[in-house]
């Protein structure tokens, strides 16, 4: 592995259904977020982790969860999906207060 | 709140020449400041990172240039080729809150270069 890996590539999920997209990274670096992307929107903070153990709320936190149990690992979930969760989802990393570094993306669509 | 604006939102270009990429953020309070490339469909690639204490970064053929204390930055790309084509995202890391790390971006400029 090198830099930051998402999985899965693309899902289409029904509503109402549980979901949790995976992030790895091996950089180690301590900082760790996940951002959506929607059209005309930006990408916007859903959720980060400062480091392994601890987890913020972000910009768009709602019908989001995160955890950190380890520097290189952090999942997204959505425990109810709906439409308006429809996006494409990065995760990023960092160390510290420097370069940030963005995986693939994860393209979601929830019907 | 930190908000940054990218101008223009689109570009068009013929090959070869030089372009500027425009960004402008609200608060100077900021880390540094990011210029991201997005190919289509893909993720986001860093292109230049820039400290608050620094007015430039050069890579190749690109320049980024930062001026914190009216809010600014441009990113300069000289010789432009169609491989150039793609959507430039401006990020500043924002002083103070919680959340270290934590990048506001601009909506981006969609660059088009033509042979």
């Known amino acids: 592995i090198a830099g930051i890996t998402q999985a899965p590539t693309s899902q289409i999920l029904a509503a109402g259904r549980r979901m949790t997209l995976r992030c790895t990274q091996d950089?180690?670096?301590?900082?760790m977020y996940w951002y959506r992307q929607d059209l005309g929107l930006g990408l916007r903070l859903i959720h980060y982790?400062?480091?392994?153990?601890?987890?913020g709320k972000g910009e768009v936190p709602d019908g989001y969860s995160v955890s950190r149990a380890n520097t290189d690992d952090f999942p997204l979930t959505l425990a109810s999906a709906v439409p308006s969760q429809t996006s494409v989802y990065f995760c990023?990393?960092?160390?510290?207060?420097?370069?940030?570094?963005f995986g693939p993306g994860t393209r979601l669509t929830v019907l | 709140k930190q908000e940054v604006t990218q101008i223009p939102a689109a570009l068009s270009v013929p090959e070869g020449e030089n372009l500027v990429l425009n960004c402008s953020f609200t608060?100077?309070?900021?880390?540094?400041l990011q210029w991201f490339r997005q190919d289509p469909g893909k993720g986001l690639t860093s292109l230049l990172l820039?400290?608050?204490?620094?007015r430039e970064q050069t890579s190749g053929r690109l320049n980024a240039s930062l001026d914190k204390s009216s809010g600014r930055s441009t990113l300069y790309i000289a010789a432009s080729q169609p491989g150039d084509s793609a959507t430039y995202l401006c990020?500043?890391?924002?002083?103070?809150?919680?959340?270290?790390?934590?990048?506001?971006f601009g909506r981006g400029t969609q660059l088009t270069v033509w042979p």
């Open positions: 990023a990393s960092s160390a510290g207060t420097n370069e940030q570094f």
């Open positions: 950089m180690r670096h301590n900082a």
């Open positions: 982790s400062n480091t392994a153990g601890t987890t």
């Open positions: 608060d100077s309070a900021i880390y540094n």
């Open positions: 820039i400290q608050s204490s620094q």
């Open positions: 990020a500043v890391e924002a002083i103070g809150g919680s959340t270290l790390g934590r990048l506001y």
